[in-house]
C-alpha cells in the first residue's frame, strides 16, 4: 500500500514538474526581456508579452517553403518534445522525481544535443544560404560546448559520486563545502549556458542583422504554429539550464524526497526565486559586453572545456580537491 | 553442436564461391542466387552464434578436420567469444546479402563480384571459428585477399588501383604482424593450437601486445595505421563496403581481443597506456578527416575508423581496470567496447547500404552534385537519418547507450592507482566527448547535405527510390538500433559471458531491473533508461500534435521560400559539404591538417571570378608513410645493381654469406 501511495507521489510530483516547467519557461523569459530592456532604459514589453506571441503564433495559419520536406513539419514537434523531456527530468522544487533515473546527466546533455541536431538539420532543408549558415555555426559551437559540458559533468560527477541529478543536489545539500573543483566547473557550466542558449556575447537572440544570427538563421524558413514550438522550446532550454545550474549549484531549498506539502511549497518558493536570481544576473552580464565575432567563440567555449578538463584532471589526482 | 553447424555453412559460402566461378547463363539470376544463398548461409551462421551464446555459453569441444599442416590439423571451435562476432559477423553479412539481391543488378561487372563475396563471407567466418594459429593466419588472409579482390572489382578506375595497392601492402604487413606475435605466443616448444598457447610459458608477452596491435590495428584502422581504410573501403561495390566496414573491423577487434585478452596472460598495466592513447588519438583524427571529405563513401569510411578508436578506448579501460585486479569495472568497459562493436556493426552497415542506394539512383558518390533526394528517396531517407540519428549518439538509438557505458568507465577510473592512467583516462575522455560533438556536426552535414535542401545536379533530381530487398535491409537495421537503444539491458545481458570467460567478471545482470532500465553499478550512482525517454518524447511530440491541432490552427499553405526576402532559385546558392565544414575546418584543421586558404581576387575593373584554394596536408602520410616510402625505393635503387654482377662476384657473395652466418652460430653459442 505504501509503495502504491509513493509511486502515486512520485508520479504527482513529475506531472506538475513537467507542468511547471512549460508553465514557467515563458515567464522566465519575459522577465528577462523586461529586465533587459530596463537596464537599456527602455520600458520594454510586459513580463507575459511570450505567452501572447506563442497563443499568436500558433493560432496563425502556417507558411512552409515549396520544397519543405516532411522532416520539416515533423521536426518542430520533436525539437519541443526533447526539449521539454530534458527540462522536466532536472530536478527544480523537488529531488527524487519518479522518472528521474530514466536519464542521468549525460543523458540529460545528449537530449540537448537531440534537439540541437534536428534542428541543424532543418535550417538545411528548405535549401537557403541563411539556413545553412546557422546550421554551419551551430554545429561548430555544439561541437565545443558539448565536450565541455561533458567533462564538467565528470567534475560535478566525481565529486558527488553520482552523475545521477538527484544524488547531485542530495549531495551538495549534505556536503556543501567550497572547492576548487566545483568552481572551475560552475564557471564553465554558465559559459556553456550561454553559448547553448544563443546569449550574448556568443549570438544574439534579438538580433535582425543576418549576418550575425546563429540560432534565427536555423530558424527563419519557420512560421506559425512552427515557430511557436520552437520558440517554446528555446525558452525551455534557457530555463534548463538555470535549474540546471541551480540543481547542482545552489541546490539550497530544494524539498527532499518524500519530503511534506510544506517543504515542496517552499522548494517552489525558492526555485521560482532562483529563476528571477539567475535570469537577472545572465541579463547583467548580457548587458555589460559586447558581442564577439563568430571565430572568437571557439576559444571563449574553449575556456569552458579547458575548466571542466582541469576540475576533472584536478579530481583524478585527488579527491579532495 | 553450433561449431559443426557453423562449418557446414561455411563449407555452403565456399561452394557457393566455387559455383559463381563456373557458373554462365543470365548475370541478374546468377547474382540474386548466390546472394540468396549467402544470405540463407549467413542466417543459420547467426542462429548458431546466438544458440551458442545463449544457451551454451562455455567453450564448445573443437571440430579438428584433417586439413592444413599434417601435425597441426585444422581446429575450429566456439567459444562465447567467438558466439558473439558469429553474430555480429553473420548479421551484417545477412543484411549486406539481403540488400545486394537488390542492389547487385546493377553491378557491372558481376563476375568480379559474385566469386568473391561468398569467399569474403567465408574467410571471416573462419576466422572467428580458428582454434589454432595456423586456421586463424589462413583464414585471416583469405579474407584480406578476397576483399582486396572486391576492392579491384572495378579496376578501371585508377583511384581503385590505387586503394588495391595500399590496402595489399598494409594488409600483408598486418598479417606480417600478426604472424610473429603467434610465433612468440607458441613459444620455443611450437605449440600451434590455442590451448596450447594458453598453457605455454610466455616469451615477450609486451612485443606480443605491440605486434598484435600492428596486425589487428592495421585491420581495423587505428591511427597510424588506417591510411588504407578510406581509400579502400569507398572503392568497393556498397555491401562490401559495408561489409568492410561494419564486419571486417571487427573480425580485427576480434583478432585484438583472442590475443590480448585471451592468449596473452595477465597484462602489465602500462599496455593499457599505449591502447588507450592510440584510441584517443584515432577517434578525434577519424571524425576530423571524416568531416573534411565530401565523397560520402569516403566520409563513413573516415568515420568507421573514429568508431574503431570508441571501441579501443573500452578494450583499453579494460586492460587498465584487469591489470590493477579491478574485475567489476574492467567487465563494464569491456562490455561497452563490446556493446560498441556490435551498434557500430549496425548503423555503419546501415549507412553504406544507403550511400549505396543513392549511388544507384544517381550514380554520384560526391554530396556536392546531390541535394534534396528526401523527396525522391523518402524511404531511404528516413532509414539514413536513423543510422545519422544513431552514429552520432543520440539517445534513444544505440550508439548512445554504448558511448554513455564508456563514460561510466571513465567515471570510475580515478580509482586506478597508477599516475599514468590518473593523467590520460580525463584526457581520453575529453577527447571521446569532442568526437562524439563532432560525429555529430559530421551526420548533420552528410545527411543536410545530400538529403535536404534543393537538387545540385539533374542525376540527384530524377532519382527514384530503391528496391524492395534494399529498403528491407535497411529498414531491418534502422530497426534494430532502435531495438538495441530502447532495450540495451538485453543486448549487455547476452555479452555477460563473454566478459565472465575473459575477465572473470561480468556486469549485473540487467534484464530484471524494474522498467528495464540500464544500472551498471547502483541506482544511486547513474542509470539510463532509452525506453522510457523513447516513451517520454513520443507521447509528449504526440500531444503537442493534439493540442495544437485540436484547439489551435492547422492550416498550412506553400509559398516561396523568404530567405529574408531575397530568395534564389540557383542550387549553388545553397550551403554545399564544404561550406558548412568550413568553420570547423578553420578551428580544428589549422592544426590537424595544416589548413591554409588562399583568395586570389581579381585586381580592381577585371571581371574574372575570385578564387578561393583550400589546401590540406595529411601530416600521418608525410611524416611517417612518405619518407618509409621514400627509404624503401632508395634501398631498392641501391639494391637494383645486385642484380647485375658477374658469375665470379655473386659466388664471392655467397662464401661471405655463408662465413658470416657460420660465425654467427658459434658466438651464438
Given at each position: 500500500m505504501v509503495v502504491i501511495l509513493d509511486l502515486i507521489l512520485g508520479l504527482v510530483v513529475q506531472g506538475l514538474q513537467m507542468v511547471l516547467v512549460l508553465a514557467l519557461a515563458p515567464l522566465l523569459l519575459g522577465f528577462t526581456r523586461k529586465v533587459k530592456a530596463r537596464l537599456l532604459r527602455r520600458r520594454g514589453p510586459p513580463v507575459l508579452q511570450p505567452y501572447r506571441d506563442l497563443l499568436k503564433l500558433i493560432r496563425k495559419e502556417a507558411v512552409l517553403a515549396q520544397n519543405a520536406s516532411w522532416l520539416f513539419r515533423a521536426a518542430p514537434y520533436l525539437i519541443f518534445a526533447t526539449t521539454w523531456v530534458a527540462a522536466a527530468l532536472v530536478p527544480t522544487f523537488a529531488t527524487g522525481l519518479s522518472f528521474n533515473w530514466a536519464a542521468d546527466l549525460i543523458a540529460l546533455t545528449a537530449l540537448v544535443g537531440s534537439a540541437r541536431f534536428l534542428l541543424a538539420l532543418v535550417g538545411m532543408d528548405v535549401g537557403t544560404s541563411f539556413g545553412g549558415i546557422g546550421s554551419s555555426r551551430e554545429m561548430l559551437f555544439a561541437s565545443l560546448a558539448e565536450p565541455a559540458m561533458i567533462m564538467i559533468v565528470f567534475t560535478v560527477a566525481l565529486v558527488a559520486g553520482s552523475t545521477q541529478l538527484s544524488a547531485i543536489a542530495n549531495f551538495m545539500l549534505d556536503n556543501a563545502t567550497l572547492r576548487v573543483s566545483l568552481g572551475l566547473a560552475a564557471t564553465g557550466l554558465v559559459i556553456v549556458a550561454v553559448a547553448e542558449n544563443a546569449?550574448?556575447?556568443?549570438?544574439?537572440?534579438?538580433?535582425?542583422?543576418?549576418?550575425?544570427?546563429v540560432h534565427e538563421a536555423m530558424v527563419l524558413e519557420y512560421s506559425g504554429r512552427h515557430l511557436a514550438l520552437i520558440e517554446f522550446a528555446a525558452a525551455l532550454k534557457l530555463l534548463l539550464y538555470v535549474s540546471l545550474i541551480a540543481c547542482m549549484f545552489v541546490p539550497w531549498g530544494i524539498a527532499p524526497a518524500g519530503a511534506g506539502i510544506g517543504a515542496m511549497a517552499w522548494g517552489l518558493l525558492t526555485y521560482v526565486g532562483k529563476l528571477f536570481a539567475g535570469g537577472f544576473l545572465l541579463v547583467l552580464a548580457e548587458t555589460s559586453v559586447a558581442k564577439m565575432r563568430v571565430f572568437r567563440v571557439p576559444a571563449f567555449l574553449g575556456i569552458a572545456l579547458m575548466l571542466g578538463l582541469l576540475g576533472t584532471l584536478l579530481l583524478f589526482v585527488s579527491r579532495s580537491f | 553442436m553450433p561449431t559443426a553447424v557453423a562449418l557446414c555453412g561455411v563449407a555452403v559460402l565456399l561452394g557457393t564461391a566455387g559455383l559463381a566461378l563456373v557458373a554462365r547463363g543470365r548475370a541478374a539470376a546468377i547474382s540474386k542466387l548466390v546472394y540468396a544463398v549467402c544470405l540463407a548461409a549467413a542466417v543459420v551462421l547467426l542462429l548458431a552464434g546466438c544458440v551458442h551464446l545463449i544457451f551454451i555459453q562455455g567453450r564448445a569441444e573443437p571440430v579438428v578436420l584433417p586439413i592444413g599442416l599434417p601435425w597441426i590439423g585444422a581446429h575450429f571451435r566456439l567459444d562465447a567469444l567467438a558466439a558473439f562476432f558469429l553474430i555480429v559477423v553473420n548479421l551484417g553479412a545477412a543484411g549486406a546479402s539481403l540488400f545486394a539481391i537488390g542492389y547487385g543488378e546493377h553491378e557491372t561487372a558481376p563476375e568480379r563480384v559474385l566469386p568473391f563475396y561468398p569467399a569474403f563471407l567465408a574467410g571471416m567466418n573462419l576466422v572467428v571459428l580458428a582454434d589454432d594459429a595456423f586456421s586463424f593466419l589462413f583464414a585471416w588472409e583469405l579474407m584480406s585477399l578476397t576483399s582486396w579482390a572486391l576492392v579491384l572489382a572495378h579496376h578501371r578506375d585508377p583511384d581503385n588501383r590505387h586503394a588495391g595497392y595500399v590496402y595489399i601492402l598494409m594488409a600483408s604487413f598486418g598479417t606480417l604482424a600478426l604472424l610473429l606475435a603467434f610465433g612468440l605466443l607458441a613459444g620455443g616448444s611450437g605449440g600451434y593450437a590455442f590451448d596450447q598457447m594458453r598453457e605455454g610459458a610466455r616469451v615477450l608477452p609486451a612485443l606480443v601486445l605491440i605486434l598484435a596491435l600492428l596486425g589487428a590495428g592495421s585491420k581495423a584502422g587505428l591511427v597510424p595505421l588506417h591510411v588504407w581504410l578510406p581509400l579502400a573501403h569507398p572503392a568497393a561495390p556498397s555491401h562490401v563496403s559495408a561489409l568492410m566496414s561494419g564486419v571486417m573491423t571487427k573480425v580485427a577487434v576480434y583478432g585484438f581481443i583472442r590475443i590480448?585478452?585471451?592468449?596473452?596472460g595477465a597484462p602489465a598495466w602500462w599496455w593499457s597506456i599505449l591502447i588507450i592513447a592510440l584510441a584517443g588519438i584515432t577517434c578525434v583524427m577519424g571524425v576530423l578527416s571524416a568531416l573534411m571529405q565530401h565523397d560520402l563513401k569516403r566520409l563513413l569510411a573516415y568515420h568507421t575508423v573514429e568508431n574503431i578508436g570508441i571501441i579501443f578506448i573500452g578494450l583499453g579501460l579494460a586492460l587498465a581496470f584487469s591489470a590493477h585486479g579491478l574485475s567489476a569495472p574492467a567487465a563494464m568497459a569491456f562490455t561497452a567496447g563490446l556493446l560498441h562493436v556490435f551498434n557500430h556493426s549496425l548503423f555503419k552497415s546501415l549507412l553504406f547500404f544507403g550511400s549505396g542506394a543513392i549511388l544507384n539512383a544517381t550514380a554520384e558518390r560526391d554530396m556536392e552534385h546531390l541535394g534534396g533526394l528526401i523527396h525522391t528517396m523518402p524511404l531511404t531517407a528516413f532509414a539514413f537519418l536513423t543510422g545519422c540519428a544513431a552514429i552520432s549518439a543520440l539517445p534513444p538509438l544505440n550508439g548512445f547507450v554504448s558511448e554513455w557505458l564508456t563514460f561510466q568507465a571513465i567515471l570510475l577510473s580515478p580509482t586506478l592507482p597508477s599516475w599514468g592512467l590518473k593523467l590520460i583516462v580525463p584526457a581520453v575522455g575529453a577527447m571521446l566527448a569532442l568526437s562524439a560533438a563532432l560525429a555529430a556536426a559530421c551526420f548533420v552535414k552528410a545527411f543536410g547535405v545530400t538529403f535536404l535542401g534543393r537538387a545540385r545536379s539533374v542525376a540527384a533530381q530524377s532519382a527514384t527510390e530503391t528496391d524492395r530487398c534494399s529498403l528491407t535491409a535497411m529498414f531491418a537495421f534502422a530497426g534494430l538500433c532502435l531495438l538495441a537503444g530502447i532495450l540495451p539491458g538485453l543486448f549487455i545481458d547476452a555479452l555477460a559471458p563473454v566478459a565472465q570467460r575473459l575477465l572473470g567478471a561480468s556486469m549485473p545482470t540487467q534484464s530484471f531491473i524494474p522498467w528495464l532500465s540500464i544500472v551498471p553499478i547502483a541506482e544511486s550512482r547513474s542509470s539510463y533508461n532509452g525506453l522510457l525517454v523513447f516513451v517520454f518524447v513520443g507521447v509528449s511530440a504526440l500531444a503537442a500534435v493534439q493540442v495544437i491541432h485540436r484547439y489551435a490552427s492547422r492550416e498550412l499553405r506553400r509559398g516561396p521560400?523568404?530567405?529574408?526576402?531575397f530568395p534564389d532559385p540557383d542550387p549553388a546558392t545553397q550551403y554545399t559539404a564544404d561550406s558548412f565544414a568550413q568553420p570547423i575546418r578553420r578551428v580544428f584543421g589549422a592544426?590537424?591538417?595544416r589548413a591554409r586558404e588562399r583568395v586570389e581576387m581579381p585586381p580592381p575593373g577585371d571581371a574574372h571570378a575570385a578564387r578561393l584554394t583550400v589546401t590540406l596536408r595529411d601530416l600521418i602520410w608525410d611524416t611517417l608513410y612518405a619518407p618509409l616510402a621514400r627509404a624503401i625505393a632508395l634501398a631498392a635503387e641501391k639494391l637494383n645493381r645486385l642484380q647485375f654482377l658477374t658469375i665470379r662476384q655473386y659466388l664471392s657473395l655467397v662464401f661471405a654469406a655463408l662465413v658470416s652466418l657460420l660465425l654467427v652460430l658459434s658466438i651464438w653459442s
Open positions: 546569449r550574448i556575447p556568443v549570438d544574439n537572440p534579438a538580433t535582425h542583422l543576418e549576418l550575425t544570427m | 590480448v585478452f585471451d592468449l596473452n521560400a523568404w530567405d529574408c526576402g592544426v590537424v591538417f
